[in-house]
């Protein structure tokens, strides 16, 4: 099995040459956009988002830091004629943890096929693609996204869809490699009295190529996964067994201590807990499989005001997760954490209100109880709580959002608080973000 190398020793960029690199990742995202130009003249959608974000906690650890985030987005699309070429480019700029600082793109294809005056398929085959800084360059990865869609008017009221999603990702660090399959049925019907009911079910499956590849610090001849010595010692053909105690050679005294923005120097190959993701021992090929039901329920209370009630319950079918750690960054994709990572319920409550033509307003509330199969609780020291983490969290979110001609502007903050069971991920944290939405062209949307 092919070895995974990695450096054993990282350089800070400090002063000037980190303000160079930073001119440097917007440079690129310029000469970008210069290059899409001949698509663009053509393009019936062009839109363009900027937001700036601060936290307080951008590790959602039990140790809180804070940061400055940019992010922004460039779509351009065809119009709702049966061919077009649709694609786009994304930032995510982090100021104090630049090393998770990503740039990504799509450039896709979709057709439209009419079926009578009710009906329409909608096919879409799309390629991705995300390179992060060398900090972080083991998140590097390569994708194609394929969709398959079905809309239907039952009756004028009633809308069916049936959507199939297929996406395959090849990573730098070949541990996240994976191909996944979701399936979506919703039914939406539409009363008279400005009421919509919403009811749906997803399939998921998810397959990990090779997720026990064991990765080789270099110059060094042993393993990076090791066991720590008060772990127990399962065999290697035990893969379904957990792999409780870990330790990383550049760590400290046990798997799960230090602090998270200490071990974020260790980069993609390592947890915030310093934590290895990649499990001790050689294993097959890793499933899972969930399914999801939910309901909404939306009523418009006079001309200005709606409310909204939802929920939606997943189980884990099949499988857990393969990886020894998970993290879970604020705005910044992790490929240990997903929609296939948990099993559990939520629930929640908005509030929409039109306070003038052009100014909107809402208020959210969320509650989501989680369960993370594969994932033991450790105390603060890395020892084995002996439970399967479970999260219980609380958010309450406000967005305010003035609608222009073609340019939207919006402020939002979010408040979250979240009880887990390992204490590591035991914290509350304040999310602010305000930005701008541009529409340089507007065309009707194929899956509306």
Known sequence: MKAIRMKSRIKLKRGPKRQLNKYIFFSVIWLALISLRPALIQ??????????????????????????????????GGDSSSLALY??????????????????????????????????????????????????????HAGLK???????????????????????????????????????????????????????????????????EIAIIEGEAAPVAMISSSAPVYGLSSVNQPTSFFISQQGGPGGGHGR???????GGSYSLRGVPYQTVYYTDPRSIQ????????????????????????QWNLRGENPFSASDEYYSVENPTSDLFSWQGFSLKAKLTASLTDRLQAEIQYDYLNR??????????????????????????????????????????????????????????????SGGLKWNLSVSKSKQQ
């Open 87 to 140: 694609g786009g480019l994304d930032f995510n700029y982090l100021y104090k943890y630049s090393g998770l600082s990503s740039i990504g793109g799509q450039l896709g294809v979709d057709y439209l096929i009419p079926v009578g005056s009710k009906s329409a398929f909608y096919l879409a085959a799309e390629g991705q693609g995300v390179l992060f800084k060398d900090l972080y360059n083991n998140f590097n």
């Open 290 to 313: 969930i399914l999801a039901v939910s309901g909404l329920l939306a009523q418009g209370l006079g001309d200005r005001v709606g409310l909204s009630l939802g929920g939606m319950k």
């Open 371 to 432: 369960e993370f199969p594969g994932l033991e609780s450790l105390d603060l020291e890395g020892v084995s709580l002996g439970v399967i983490r479970e999260d219980r969290r609380h958010q309450l979110s406000t967005l305010v959002q003035l609608d222009l001609a073609r340019v939207s502007f919006f402020v939002s903050y979010s408040y979250i608080s979240n009880a887990s069971n390992d204490p590591w991920f035991d914290w509350s944290g304040n999310f602010i």
């Open 146 to 212: 394929l969709v398959a869609s079905f809309k239907s008017y039952l009756t004028p009221a009633t809308v069916l869809r049936l959507e199939s999603q297929s996406i395959y990702r090849s990573y730098k660090l070949g541990i996240f490699d994976y191909f996944s399959e979701m399936v979506n049925l919703s039914l939406d019907h539409y009363f008279k009295t400005r009421t919509t009911l919403k009811v749906e079910a997803s399939y998921g499956y998810k397959y990990f190529y090779h997720p026990g």
């Open 43 to 76: 393009a019936g959608t062009v839109q363009f988002s900027l937001v700036q974000h601060s936290t307080n906690n951008i590790f959602q650890t039990y140790q809180p830091v804070s940061d400055w985030l940019t992010t922004g987005s460039f779509f351009f």
């Open 260 to 266: 998270p923005a200490d071990n974020y120097k260790q």
